[in-house]
């Protein structure tokens, strides 16, 4: 019987890439939040409110090749919980890339 490859996989370390990313980002985004809860004569500091958005569509599609890396290296068999998130990133990817498309395309 050959030995199981799986187990050699980096998984804690390319999750913990993914957990930082996704840190980095909401401490941007929380920063953001609170900047604009002070009040409106903070809007003209808010000029990155566009890069911000640009920033969340980042992380969703190196969420994704996160997710298309685990799958396509036999690190991990594909399961409901891969499709599920693979579909829930995409979905986020899609809704942000609509906004972005309408807030600042048009």
Same mark, same amino acid.
């Given at each position: 019987?050959?030995?199981?490859?799986?187990?050699?996989?980096?998984?804690?370390?390319?999750?913990?890439?993914?957990?930082?990313?996704?840190?980095?980002?909401?401490?941007?985004?929380?920063?953001?939040? @609170?900047?604009?809860? $002070? %009040?409106?004569?903070?809007?003209?500091?808010?000029?990155?409110?566009? &890069? +911000?958005?640009? !920033?969340?569509?980042?992380?969703?599609?190196?969420?994704?090749?996160?997710?298309?890396?685990?799958?396509?290296? @036999?690190?991990?068999? $594909? %399961?409901?919980?891969?499709?599920?998130?693979?579909?829930?990133?995409? &979905? +986020?990817?899609? !809704?942000?890339?609509?906004?972005?498309?309408?807030?600042?395309?048009?």
């Amino acid at each position: 019987m050959l030995p199981d490859h799986r187990s050699t996989c980096p998984l804690g370390f390319y999750f913990s890439i993914i957990l930082g990313v996704n840190i980095i980002v909401h401490t941007v985004l929380y920063t953001y939040y @609170g900047l604009s809860s $002070i %009040g409106p004569h903070m809007e003209k500091y808010l000029w990155w409110k566009k &890069y +911000l958005t640009a !920033l969340q569509i980042g992380q969703f599609v190196f969420d994704l090749a996160y997710v298309a890396v685990d799958l396509l290296t @036999g690190c991990k068999e $594909i %399961g409901i919980n891969q499709i599920l998130m693979f579909a829930f990133i995409t &979905y +986020l990817l899609i !809704l942000f890339l609509n906004l972005y498309k309408k807030k600042y395309c048009e």
